[in-house]
């Protein structure tokens, strides 16, 4: 997805745009090598399902979860799960992965940790199982590739992403399909409340829903399928989201690979903020989900909005901006390029406020600026909205135009029924008229709107971006984790050694084995 353009963008400080950056990379580096030297239960789950294990018992408990606590229970994870899987694979425990997981279920496999030879044959058979699954993502990669080839993208940006979740995926699918015939460049399925807090993912298509409908292989499966069959009647490629947050993290970015999804809401910092999710286990299984986001080619969506629905959208400005930047760092380090890099930001500035317009606008030309070749994502007004659905309307359309004027690259849709209800079609039909109005009536103004370098707009850019590396100074000299647990980011305190999920996090011993991480790093699929 191409987001340059030949528009005037902010003149900014190159040395000071070079100093954040190298804030950024510097603050990020312990915690990068804390990720680098321990694992988590979904890593070693993820690992396991690339593997081909599928599936789950009768009570919905995925194999891959009684696999994995099986290992932990007898034998540990610091040495990873695949050397005692694929060695008891080798001692003939099993047949196959699933009957091992069948037997590992009730407790009638005894796992050990190999050594010398043993241990090499083990790594070398988990190391071909798991390239396979690797191979599939790639294959669901260049399926992508050629379809976006054989019907196009859309002709003109912002992609227009809007919000489909009834709980019931077969009521998801047709209101997908009505939205995309309705305008729609992507569709985002809404995860089921609380399913972040979940540390396994549940099985098959799913009916039952709230607030949001499950994130599951056949749901994505289902969806993808659907979508496939409204881009070849519009003659455009239609793109997936879900979500790849919460406890099961590697697990759902793995499933995404390989049921060919194309975005995923994957930020750093959004399930410790706002889930409570414990820090250690969510930066750990954030580095490998994206090692696997980078294989798939898949856009990730960061969360940067959600801090300004609990802290002032400009007192916290600059709390965005270094959100932004430790993304980045985070996913570069991960292999993910900047075209599948899609930073979030927000408009949601109290309106009362004077110059909020500008402000917004400041702010939205700052981070296109800092980010000229990430696909940009632009999400509405919340915070604000009263229930006024003109009020709302209007508002939208004041965030539309935003979007057009700054060049943003995907522009979710606002609903005027924000904070009143969940969303009618109507509402859809209505949010989408809006955005399609402001589109074609004004998305020639990118190439018109230049802030003077010394007026408004470009000086408080300006004053958010050194009140940014004020911050990453003090976050280098005290620490990220630190930084987290003082509430530095949406005023959440989240200390290192608080949170759910810390259980699951465990130390790599010498000998570790893991062909994921290992062909995820290289790059390989064999």
């Known amino acids: 997805m191409s987001t340059r353009n030949d528009r005037s963008i902010l ?8 100093q954040a950056r190298g804030l950024a990379a510097e603050a990020v580096q312990p915690v990068v090598t804390l990720a680098r030297t321990h694992t988590t239960v979904s890593v070693e789950r993820a690992t396991l399902r690339l593997a081909g294990l599928a599936g789950a018992d009768a009570e919905r408990v995925p194999w891959v979860n009684h696999v994995v606590d099986a290992v932990r229970d007898q034998v540990g994870l610091d040495h990873g799960a695949c050397l005692p899987v694929w060695d008891a694979l080798a001692r003939e425990e099993a047949s196959d992965l699933l009957t091992l997981a069948q037997k590992a279920a009730v407790g ?54 809007l919000i489909v979740a009834t709980g019931d995926i077969h009521e998801d699918i047709p209101q997908a399909q009505a939205a995309a015939r309705a305008g729609a460049d992507v569709i985002a399925v809404i995860r089921s409340t609380g399913q972040s807090l979940l540390d396994y993912v549940p099985e098959g298509a799913t009916r039952e829903g709230y607030a949001g ?29 879900n979500y790849a947050s919460g406890l099961c993290m590697p697990e759902i970015a793995t499933l995404a690979g390989l049921e060919r999804l194309d975005m995923m809401l994957n930020d750093s910092m959004y399930g410790i903020l706002f889930r409570d999710i414990n820090p250690l286990r969510t930066f750990i299984d954030q580095r490998f989900s994206r090692q696997v986001h980078a294989r798939a080619g898949i856009v990730i969506n960061t969360g940067e909005d959600n801090y300004l629905t609990t802290a002032d959208a400009v007192d916290a400005a600059h709390t965005v901006t270094v959100s932004q930047l430790l993304n980045e760092a985070f996913a570069h380090e991960a292999g993910l390029p900047d075209h599948l890099l899609g930073l979030g930001h927000a408009f949601e500035i109290n309106p009362e406020i004077p110059d909020s317009f500008r402000l917004e606008l400041a702010h939205a030309l700052l981070a296109r600026t800092l980010f000229p070749d990430a696909p940009l994502k632009w999400m509405p007004p919340t915070k604000h909205m009263t229930g006024d659905i003109f009020r709302g309307y209007l508002l939208d359309g004041f965030f ?119 062909l995820l790093e290289s790059g390989a699929a064999r």
């Open 400 to 518: 539309n135009l935003a979007g057009v004027l700054t060049g943003q690259s995907i522009l979710l849709v606002g609903m005027m029924t924000e904070a009143v209800v969940t969303p009618w079609l109507s509402d859809r039909d209505l949010a989408l008229q809006n955005v399609r109005y402001v589109m074609d009536a004004c998305s020639g103004l990118v190439e018109d709107f230049r802030p003077p370098a010394d007026g408004f707009i470009a000086t408080r850019a300006r004053q958010v971006l050194g009140e940014a590396v004020d911050l990453l100074e003090r976050i280098v000299d005290d620490g990220l984790l630190n930084a987290i647990g003082d509430g530095t980011f949406g005023l959440m305190r989240r200390p290192a050694d608080a949170g759910k999920g810390l259980d699951g996090v465990v130390r790599k011993a010498q000998g570790y084995a893991n062909p994921a991480g290992d």
């Open 108 to 161: 009638s496999v005894t796992f050990r940790i190999p050594e010398g030879r043993t241990a090499r044959t083990a790594t070398s058979a988990a190391r071909s199982a798991v390239a396979a699954g690797l191979r599939r993502i790639d294959a669901a990669r260049r399926t992508r590739e050629r379809l976006v080839r054989k019907w196009g993208d859309p002709g003109r940006r912002p992609w227009i992403y």
């Open 11 to 18: 003149e900014l400080d190159e040395a000071t745009v070079a």
């Open 213 to 241: 409908t499950y994130a599951t292989q056949e749901n994505f499966r289902l969806m993808r399928a659907a979508l496939d069959d409204v881009s070849a009647e519009l003659g455009r490629y239609v793109r997936l989201t």
